[in-house]
């Protein structure tokens, strides 16, 4: 019976003399599995919103706020930004853009684009006297056309980048008041926006209309262009919309395969 008890206490201990549990074992073999941390490369390009026009902070409008944010999530190491956004431009002035910088947006694993608002404003000021929905209307047709185009050609030099589009918002209430409808404008401008992208894979549209909705203390001091308070809006509600698709972004082997 002795003898018994002594084998039962008896512990097989491996050649180096070390005893790891079996959860420690589960731990390192799940550090050991784990894919090493990511250097993002992001495009930026666009318009003002973009180039981050009205920020008095000068951190870079969303674009600047959006790297901390990035660089923050688990299993990025380093977030590198080339941005290429200019105050002005129109849906029809993006192709040579794109055809300037095909290197970087080759590499890019993220693609951020701010566009449409000098569309919409092209509208109010070539007919100011005379605005109707219609005219809106026919404009987001064409607008619709051209973003069209812009988006297959980014995927056909980036089958595998994600494309982040935000949206529309109206900073017109105070400045337009003979249209009243322009937040009805707005919202089918941008779903309109958001209907384009749905028919590529990794797109992302990014709504925030809401946030500036009957929110003057948001906007520059032009009435127009978000202000610091409002680019610290637009970056938090691009970085959720990231981080619900973060397996996009992040895993190295996820392609687009299978998607």
Known sequence: MAL??????????????S????????????????PPPKDLYVVAFGDSLTEGVGDQERKGGYVGRLVPLLSAEDGVRTVTVANFGKRGRRVS????VIDAHHKELERAN????????????????????DLSRERFAQASETFAARL???????????????????????????TLPNVPEINDVIAEWNRTSQAVLSGYPRTVF???????AGRDDLLYR?????????????????????????DWWLDRNNRLEGR
């Open 148 to 174: 069209d185009r812009l988006i297959r050609s980014l995927r056909t030099l980036n089958p595998d980048a994600v494309i982040v589009l935000v949206g529309l918002y109206n900073p017109f209430s105070s």
């Open 93 to 96: 002035e993006l192709a040579p």
């Open 110 to 129: 993220l693609i951020w684009l701010t566009i449409g608002g000098n569309d919409v404003m092209n509208v109010v000021r070539s007919h100011f006297f």
């Open 19 to 34: 005893l790891k549990r079996p959860e420690e074992a589960a731990a390192k073999q799940q550090r050991e599995s784990k």
């Open 222 to 246: 032009d009435e127009f262009h978000p202000n610091a308070a409002g680019y610290e809006q637009i970056a938090r509600r691009v970085h959720q919309a990231l981080r619900e698709r973060k």
């Open 206 to 212: 990014v709504e925030i209309q809401d946030i500036f």
């Open 4 to 17: 018994m008890v002594l084998l039962a206490g008896c512990v097989a201990f491996p050649a180096n003399g």
